[in-house]
Nanobody, 119 residues
Framework: QVQLVESGGGLVQPGGSLRLSCTAS????????MSWYRQAPGKERELVAF???????ARYADSVQDRFHIARENRTYMWLQMNPLKPEDTAVYYC?????????????WGQGTQVTVSS
């Protein structure tokens, strides 16, 4: 059974930085696409970034391009460096994974970690 655990959220001032981590367990053999999503109050969950594979290309939402950086150190560990943060980045951030070579919409989700950007 796949489990995803996020960590690293918190309260930060505008212009500050945070690094979120996601640790996966229960992966079978084969490739897993890993991703970050977020959901702000009153809004739908949206894609932030994803990587098809370890060492593969990253893809970002326009709203975070050039501010966020996603990386996978191995098959089961991923992080998201975020800076500079803006108030509109406030949301619950979720780690996602799918057993696939190309599809990035998650079949598995973490429990989420809160990021609040406020002065």
């Amino acid at each position: 059974q796949v489990q995803l655990v996020e960590s690293g959220g918190g309260l930060v001032q505008p212009g500050g930085s945070l690094r979120l981590s996601c640790t996966a367990s229960g992966f079978t053999t084969g490739n897993y696409v890993m991703s970050w999503y977020r959901q702000a109050p009153g809004k739908e969950r949206e894609l932030v970034a994803f990587m098809i594979s370890v060492g593969g290309k990253a893809r970002y939402a326009d709203s975070v391009q050039d501010r966020f950086h996603i990386a996978r150190e191995n098959r089961t560990y991923m992080w998201l460096q975020m800076n500079p943060l803006k108030p509109e980045d406030t949301a619950v951030y979720y780690c996602g994974a799918r057993h696939s070579s190309f599809a990035y919409d998650p079949a598995h989700w973490g429990q989420g970690t809160q990021v609040t950007v406020s002065s």
